[in-house]
């Protein structure tokens, strides 16, 4: 497998936002199109109608979630509906002393995610292939993108956070969406608005948004 950067300007993009990168970091970033062009052969992991913008769309947007919370070493994540990995493989990167749990009901997608996991060399990132709402596991904090609707992702995971804080604010999910979240919010008044455009100047980040969802 050739595991060698072509994709330059898509990490160039990477770096303009996140410009205290580790080497190490930014070379496992690197090589993520090419791991994700050579598994997506095997598994329809990401629509070919959007790996022509690879690092924005899926590496840049799953880091959003970065952009506007840090998670303390020792934290326990659970990427719920993982897919092809987004956008817990990127934030497992980002976030080294951060323990992620990437779950997807679907067993030939958690198989090559394996395979993306052992190839990056990422100690702190793990695989179960369950449905949420049967996972016993209790974690600090949720992550996830665009897998449903919030009021029934939030039915999901409701009973899945630990009692305690490791962290400075209260435990809780990180949801990337996008467009107009009005009616989906209703029932949330706590949950707290994220733009992602004050961020990256993308167009299109133009609507996308993290909504942070405390467990209270």
Known sequence: MNLNNDNNDN???IKKYFPNLLNQ???????????YAYWNTHVNLISRNTFYNFYQQHVLFSLGIAKVFSFFPGSYVMDLGTGGGFPGIPLSIIFPNTEFILVDSIQKKIKIIEKIIYNLHLKNTYTICIRAEKLENKFDFVVTRGVNKID????????????KSNSKIKNGALYLKGGNLDEELKKFPHAIEYPLNHYFHEPFFMTKKVIWISNI
């Open 11 to 13: 990490m160039e993009l």
């Open 25 to 35: 970091q930014i070379y496992k970033l690197s090589i993520l199109k090419n791991l």
């Open 152 to 163: 029934i992702i939030h039915n999901w995971i409701k009973n899945k956070f630990k009692y």
